[in-house]
Structure formats: structure tokens, C-alpha cells
């Protein structure tokens, strides 16, 4: 069993920046494919950015590259979202999960997820 637990959230203005982190416990997150996730108010669950287990390959969904970052530290079992150049449509719970499977985008692929940390950003 995984335990995930994002930390970081907050209120920000326009323009400013964050960075989620997301604790594992339970088994070394060396071992998971990780990637962050969002739900924002009457939407569904979006992809934003994945992770491979070693770190080296990376993907995002269009509404973020270039201003959101994914990155980890199997040392710290701990996944990082560097979030720039916020704009209101940011606005969300930012949820982590992991999968012990491939590489994936899909949420419902997703075996572990964290309980989840509000990001507010005001005009």
C-alpha cells in the first residue's frame, strides 16, 4: 500500500508561482510512475503532468507547458509541481498520484492518490 500526501497549496495572485510536493510512504516511490492531477470546481479530473520513475521523461498537458514543472527526488520519495505564471482558470484541488504500471495519462489507470491541496488564484 501507497500513502500520497500533497502539501503547498495556497492563495496566490495572478502571475505568482508555487510548488506542490507530494510525500510517499509505504513503498519507494522509485519504484511508481507518479503525476499530478486536477479537479476544479463542477469539472472533472484533468491530467497536468507525469513522471516516469527514473525521472528522466516527462509530459504535460498543453494548458501547462512551459509553466508548470514535474520533477522528483527518489532519495525524499517525493514528487515536486512548480507551478509559474498562475492565471485564475488555475484554480483547482491538486491531486498526486501513482500507478505501479507504464506511463500513463489517464487517471483511471492511477492505483494510489493523495488526498488532495487547494490552489486559489485571485485576478
Known amino acids: 500500500q501507497v500513502q500520497l500526501v500533497e502539501s503547498g497549496g495556497g492563495l496566490v495572485q495572478a502571475g505568482g508561482s508555487l510548488r506542490l510536493s507530494c510525500a510517499a510512504s509505504?513503498?519507494?516511490?522509485?519504484?511508481?510512475?507518479m503525476a499530478w492531477f486536477r479537479q476544479g470546481p463542477g469539472k472533472e479530473r484533468e491530467f497536468l503532468a507525469v513522471?516516469?520513475?527514473?525521472?528522466?521523461?516527462?509530459d504535460y498537458v498543453d494548458s501547462v507547458k512551459g509553466r508548470f514543472t514535474i520533477s522528483r527526488d527518489n532519495a525524499k520519495n517525493t514528487v515536486y509541481l512548480q507551478m509559474n505564471t498562475l492565471k485564475p482558470e488555475d484554480t483547482a484541488v491538486y491531486f498526486c498520484?501513482?500507478?505501479?504500471?507504464?506511463?500513463?495519462?489517464?487517471?483511471?489507470?492511477?492505483?494510489?492518490w493523495g488526498q488532495g491541496t487547494q490552489v486559489t488564484v485571485s485576478s
Open positions: 513522471i516516469s520513475r527514473g525521472g528522466s521523461n516527462t
Open positions: 509505504g513503498r519507494t516511490s522509485g519504484s511508481l510512475v
Open positions: 498520484a501513482a500507478r505501479q504500471g507504464p506511463y500513463s495519462t489517464r487517471s483511471t489507470l492511477y492505483d494510489y
